[in-house]
Structure formats: structure tokens, C-alpha cells
């Protein structure tokens, strides 16, 4: 069963701050992974992707890869109002040669008060 | 329109009755997944096309589900016999066969209610 886990939260940071969202995924095998931002009533939007180990930066946002430790995390600097959303962690598996679908972790809901 | 389509995106049946969604993806990806969303949970994944060929469907995915895609194109998800646990958000998303290493694009997604 191949799983990926993150702390349902929320977690809470005041405006300006760097939030700091974590995810751990069971497979070594796994191939890429991938952050969604998911805003109440709506589905979710790809913000990044990350497939090498070491950090991959956009904007705010910046994606961690750690494939030793199975571990994946997302930071976001000078946090915002605007980005309190329940954050999904996706991780794709390499399957007879081709990535077949993304597995997704249940969210982390972070929440960016004034 | 260049994004992935969902119909209707609200849907209130009774118990026992059968509903049908309707996905139209992004031109020419030939990928198109399904997944369910209850909430407070992740997107669970249900089944997925390559084209025409229906390639994986989920143990979630019970007898009461079926989906097609018939042309390559639109792909449309029935439930049969609805039941109140079928109430969740159903989502699509679609990709190009070789770049789901760069993720895929959700649809708006259609929100059934079974009361």
C-alpha cells in the first residue's frame, strides 16, 4: 500500500512568516512529487513539482526533496492572508515504464492570520 | 477554452437514483483520471484512460461506478443506485501521456449531494 502522509493541522502563523509544510511518502520507487494548493470549494491547483533532491524555488514558494529520509516539504516566505488553503502533497510512481497517477496525502490546512 | 471542463457542477439526487458526470479534458492530452474527495480528505484516485482504454480502475470503484470514454475525448462517470456514502466531490484532471512527471490539471470539479 503505498501512502502518503501529512499532519491534517491546521497549522497557524501569523502574516509575514514562513510556513513550513512537511510530507512523508512510504515507496522509495516514488518518482516525482507535487504541491497543490486546495481553496475551500474548489479543486486543487498544481503550485509545484519537484523530482531532484535539494530545493527547487518559485516565487515564495520553495519545494524540498529528500528522497534518503522519504521525505518532501514546502515553504512559504513572507506568508499572506491569501495562501491560508489546505496544502496537498501528490507523489507519482513509475509504473512498467510510465508514470501512471499521483497519490495524494489528506492536506495540511494552513491558516495566515494578521 | 483551454482547461479541463466538468459537468454539472452541482448535483442533489435521491437515494437509488443513478447520476452521470461528465468530464471534458484539456485538447488533445490523451490522459484523463477520475478522483473522489470526501471532505477533510485528500483526492482519492478511482480510474484513469489512456484514450479510449480504461488502464486502472480502484478498489473504491464498486460495481455501482462505471466510467467511459468512448472517442478519446469526454469521459463521463455513473453511479448507479446512489447511496449517502457517494456524496463527495468528483474530480478530473487530465495530462499528456509522458508529462505526468510535471503533474496534471484538475477540473472544477462536480459536487454530489445524495440525500
Known amino acids: 500500500q503505498k501512502e502518503v502522509e501529512q499532519n491534517s493541522g491546521p497549522l497557524s502563523v501569523p502574516e509575514g512568516a514562513i510556513a513550513s509544510l512537511n510530507c512523508t511518502y512510504s515507496d522509495r520507487g516514488s518518482q516525482s512529487f507535487f504541491w497543490y494548493r486546495q481553496y475551500s470549494g474548489k479543486s486543487p491547483e498544481l503550485i509545484m513539482f519537484i523530482y531532484s533532491n535539494g530545493d527547487k524555488e518559485d516565487g515564495r514558494f520553495t519545494a524540498q526533496l529528500n528522497k534518503a529520509s522519504q521525505y518532501v516539504s514546502l515553504l512559504i516566505r513572507d506568508s499572506q492572508p491569501s495562501d491560508s488553503a489546505t496544502y496537498l502533497c501528490a507523489v507519482a510512481w513509475d509504473f512498467s515504464g510510465g508514470y501512471n497517477k499521483l497519490i495524494f496525502g489528506a492536506g495540511t490546512r494552513l491558516a495566515v492570520h494578521p | 477554452d483551454t482547461g479541463v471542463s466538468q459537468d454539472p457542477r452541482h448535483k442533489i439526487t435521491k437515494r437509488g437514483q443513478n447520476v452521470t458526470f461528465r468530464c471534458d479534458p484539456i485538447?488533445?492530452?490523451?490522459?484523463l483520471y477520475w478522483y473522489r474527495q470526501t471532505l477533510g480528505q485528500g483526492p482519492e484516485f478511482l480510474t484513469y484512460f489512456q484514450n479510449e482504454a480504461q488502464l486502472e480502475k480502484s478498489r473504491l470503484l464498486s460495481d455501482r461506478f462505471s466510467a467511459e470514454r468512448p472517442k478519446g475525448s469526454f469521459s463521463t462517470l455513473e453511479i448507479q443506485r446512489t447511496e449517502q456514502g457517494d456524496s463527495a466531490m468528483y474530480l478530473c484532471a487530465s495530462s499528456w501521456l509522458g508529462q505526468l512527471v510535471y503533474g496534471y490539471t484538475f477540473g472544477s470539479g462536480t459536487r454530489l449531494t445524495v440525500v
Open positions: 485538447s488533445e492530452h490523451n490522459r
